[in-house]
């Protein structure tokens, strides 16, 4: 038991260093991912990956007024540390390749009346349109923007940064009547430039400061249970799948929230507990 649990904090940690960066809920500069200068050019694998997409469709059709008023370019990974909330928030992204819809995970948040913010990728709404509109009719989940396709935003022009962010925006105003105002970089990779495109949006960049590995098939349910108990503390914000890849999130979920809700936390969206 003891080294089974020494292997999974060496995971939860070396993940947690490579995708965060900081743990400040402050306006940050950016931290900067090292990139071949050949991996910089913006005729990249992403035009390839824009060639392959199926074309858009009505929903994608973008608006000025999905657009809200420029902030500060802010990089968050926790909420108020002298309040006993957390916020749950689980991924679900789509490439060329498809993603699914792990649905137990949203029957156990119905089921126990647990709010959550649901970061979806546009090209994921699309392939997932009555999930998405049946999610969006639940006021117990708020939907952040993940991207359309989910691709480094370091290795992004500018253009093709706001083009990804614009998109889901008028993909999620259409399915919810309303604008996200979180969003979430695929991979957690980002710069100072992929930083500043979101605030230019109005959107305020979410990380996370609980790893639970649930992406790694290797890392069952009992090591995702481990890694919450070990990390969260007050204004968490828990990182977890539902597109499919997240392997025993599903089969962890009914005990993590047990876990919360027996130490005392409050569970909420990344909104509330930020304040909003």
């Keep these: 038991m003891i080294f089974r649990l020494s292997v999974v904090g060496l995971f939860i940690a070396l993940v947690y260093a490579t995708t965060v960066g900081t743990t400040d809920r402050t306006t940050v500069p950016a931290l900067k991912k090292q990139v071949a200068p050949e991996e910089r050019s913006s005729k990249s ?68 009346r647990i709010k959550a913010t649901l970061f979806l990728g546009g090209r994921w709404i699309q392939s997932h349109r009555q ?58 990779f980002y710069n100072e430039k992929a930083l500043k495109s979101v605030a230019k949006h109005g959107l305020r960049s979410i990380q996370w400061d609980v790893v639970t590995g649930d992406p790694d098939p290797g890392i069952s349910a009992q090591d995702i249970i481990r890694a919450v108990d070990l990390q969260v503390r007050n204004g968490s914000i828990i990182i977890m799948h539902m597109n499919g890849r997240g392997w025993h999130t599903a089969e962890a979920l009914p005990q993590v929230i047990e876990l919360l809700e027996r130490r005392g936390f409050d569970l909420v969206t990344v909104s509330e507990l930020l304040g909003d």
């Design 45 to 112: 694998k992403y035009e390839q990956q824009q060639k392959l997409k199926s074309p858009p469709g009505p929903n994608a059709i973008r608006s000025s007024s999905t657009k809200l008023e420029p902030i500060e370019p802010t990089l968050i990974t926790h909420g108020p540390r002298d309040k006993n909330k957390v916020a749950l928030t689980f991924d679900a992204c789509e490439t060329n390749e498809p993603a699914g819809y792990d649905e137990r995970i949203i029957q156990t948040l119905k089921k126990k």
């Design 131 to 188: 999930a998405t509109k049946e999610l969006a009719g639940n006021s117990l989940f708020e939907f952040g923007n993940h991207s359309y396709i989910h691709p480094d935003f370091t290795k992004l022009s500018t253009d093709q940064a706001l083009d990804e962010i614009e998109k889901t925006q008028a993909i999620i105003k259409a399915q919810t009547g309303e604008n996200a105002a979180v969003f979430r970089f695929p991979f957690g």
